[in-house]
Each structure stands twice: as C-alpha cells, then as structure tokens.
C-alpha cells in the first residue's frame, strides 16, 4: 500500500523556522510528482509548493518564494519542507501529496498532515 506521512509539525512563534518531512512508503519515490499543500481554517486547500521528477524543477507559491524550500532525499524516499520566518498566517495543517505526472490534478496520494500553529 501507498503511504505518506509527514511530521514536524507544532507549535511555534512567529519569526521561528520549522522543517516538515513526509515519508513516503509502498511507491517508487524517485519517479513521482511531489508537492506540498495546506489548509488553513476556513480555508481551501491550497498547494504552496512543489517538486517534479521529470524536469527537476521546484515551484513555489508567489507569496511564499523566499521563505520556504521544497527538497527531497531520493535515497530516502523523503520530502521536505523548510519554513522560515513563520507568520500566523501560515497556521494551518500542512500535507504532502504524490503524483504519476505533473499537474494540479494529478496528485492521487496523500498524507494525513501535520498541523503548524503560529502564534505572536
């Protein structure tokens, strides 16, 4: 079975910096589409960054390029996201997700995310 799931999640300030991992289990990691995503409250979910296989290419939302760093450790079968400067706005649960190809609709896999609180 297809497993993803991501930890460093918690509570922490604004101004703090926190480094999420998903782990990743039943699939060849190497070949896959990867991405990570959160839901705030209220809120839709949406995809903040992301790591293609084919093209070795990392994308970023505008709004967050700068503050985060999307990598992954192939011979681990492992994702990471780094986050600095956490504002409160970035409270919300994070997931990471996993595709075949590239394309928004393309992610079939997910974790069942971590959550990240930021308070002042």
């Known amino acids: 079975q297809v497993q993803l799931v991501e930890s460093g999640g918690g509570l922490v300030r604004a101004g703090d910096s926190l480094k999420l991992s998903c782990a990743t289990s039943?699939?060849?990691?190497?070949?896959?589409?990867m991405a990570w995503f959160r839901q705030a409250p209220g809120k839709e979910r949406e995809i903040i960054a992301s790591?293609?296989?084919?093209?070795?290419?990392?994308s970023y939302q505008d709004s967050l390029n700068g503050r985060i760093t999307i990598y992954r450790d192939n011979a681990k079968s492992t994702l990471y996201l780094q986050m600095n400067n956490l504002l409160p706005e970035d409270t919300a649960v994070y997931y990471c997700?996993?595709?075949?190809?590239?394309?928004?609709?393309?992610?079939?896999?997910w974790g069942q995310g971590t959550l990240v609180t930021v308070s002042l």
């Open positions: 790591s293609t296989s084919i093209t070795s290419s990392t």
């Open positions: 039943g699939i060849t990691f190497g070949s896959l589409e």
């Open positions: 997700a996993a595709g075949h190809r590239p394309g928004l609709d393309q992610y079939a896999y």
